[in-house]
Nanobody, 115 residues
Framework: VQMVESGGGMVQAGGSLRLSCAAS????????MAWYRQTPGQGRTLVAR????????FYIDSVKGRFTITKDNARNTIYLQMTGLKPEETSIYYC?????????WGRGTRVTVSS
């Protein structure tokens, strides 16, 4: 199994980024896929999740209305569209199942939001 995240970068506060996660080596149809983020010295925390089968979604309160999680069935890829980014959201973003499978963590993609 491999999760490959991409799309991170440096933006100013209020800016937008679209993250991608290409998942391979697993049967994704029945899974709950999620985006997590980790800041230095802290553990990875859930940001948003999507149930592949029915597109149902969940967002943590702080990103509701600003982040959108979507998927591409053909590419086995999930996306996280992030708008209105805040400096405190500077983190490394990862994708994984929810709950996460320890061996599936990829390298993540770094998002830096400047004030």
């Amino acid at each position: 199994v491999q999760m490959v995240e991409s799309g991170g970068g440096m933006v100013q506060a209020g800016g937008s980024l679209r993250l991608s996660c290409a998942a391979s080596g697993l049967t994704i149809w029945y899974l709950m896929m999620a985006w997590y983020r980790q800041t230095p010295g802290q553990g990875r925390t859930l940001v948003a999740r999507l149930r592949w089968m029915d597109n149902s979604t969940f967002y943590i309160d702080s990103v509701k209305g600003r982040f959108t999680i979507t998927k591409d069935n053909a590419r086995n890829t999930i996306y996280l569209q992030m708008t209105g980014l805040k400096p405190e959201e500077t983190s490394i973003y990862y994708c994984n199942e929810d709950p996460p499978e320890g061996s599936y963590w990829g390298r993540g993609t770094r998002v830096t939001v400047s004030s």
